[in-house]
């Protein structure tokens, strides 16, 4: 498995310019996860989709920002215009939601829907 | 650039030496927790997991405790190895939500 796939590893983009950035999740996964980091931040969830149908968008920061998820393969994250302040690294994650699963044996296997996390996409606004 | 940004906690370790990262989370209905693990320039990466009926987790040098009446989540790395260098997050998911509460971080160093 390719693990998550996301698209470009790096952008650097004028102010005002829109960005488009891309996610691919683990295949059979069903639920997709948006972040961002930065130093000032840390890791904050921006919006959240099960089954292709977003979840929870309270930490999308403004209107600028929108997120689709047309297929259980694809997802992208827009934002449009762009800002300085928007740089960041923007990390896409994916994770089964299964029925629960009593943990036991000696390898620390994930027990409830961890979330893989994609390398991320650095993102410098000029 | 960003001129105030986290200032992580730094737990510096002799390789070979055990070390403990502790985590306090905040929210008493949360029922599972991630250690993950981020080396610079990577996504974070699973460690181990643990669900709130328990108390301990054992992996192969590593160990999760949770302490619930205190809200405390600790993770023991055992002989610590070079490799091991990075910034560790505890994550809480609240009961009934899909989504994960990361806190700040701690980075480990470890000093051959």
């Known amino acids: 498995d390719a693990g998550v796939i996301q698209s470009p590893r790096h952008e650097v983009t004028e102010m005002g310019q829109e960005v488009t950035l891309r996610c691919k999740p683990i295949s059979g996964h069903n639920s997709l996860f948006w972040y961002r980091q930065t130093m000032m931040r840390g890791l904050e969830l921006l919006i959240y989709f099960n089954n292709n149908v977003p979840i929870d968008d309270s930490g999308m920061p403004e209107d600028r920002f929108s997120a689709k998820m047309p297929n259980a393969s694809f997802s992208t994250l827009k934002i449009q215009p762009s800002e300085p302040r928007d740089s960041a690294v923007y990390f896409c994650?994916?994770?089964?939601?299964?029925?629960?699963?009593?943990?036991?044996?000696?390898?620390?296997?994930?027990?409830?829907?961890?979330?893989?996390f994609g390398p991320g996409t650095r993102l410098t606004v000029l | 650039g960003e001129s105030v940004g986290l200032h992580l906690p730094t737990l510096s370790v002799q390789e070979g030496d055990n070390s403990i990262i502790n985590c306090a989370y905040s929210n008493s209905a949360s029922d599972y927790f991630i250690w993950y693990k981020q080396e610079s320039g990577k996504g974070p990466q699973f460690i181990i997991d643990?669900?709130?009926?328990?108390d301990k987790r054992q992996g192969q040098r590593v160990t999760v405790l949770l302490n619930k009446t205190v809200k405390h989540l600790s993770l023991q790395i055992a002989a610590t190895q070079p490799g091991d260098s990075a910034v560790y997050f505890c994550?809480?998911?609240?009961?009934?939500?899909?989504?994960?509460?990361f806190g700040a971080g701690t980075r480990l160093a470890v000093h051959p």
């Open positions: 994550a809480e998911r609240v009961r009934g939500y899909n989504k994960l509460i």
């Open positions: 994650a994916s994770s089964f939601r299964p029925p629960l699963i009593l943990a036991g044996g000696p390898d620390p296997k994930p027990t409830y829907g961890e979330q893989f």
């Open positions: 643990i669900r709130s009926n328990m």
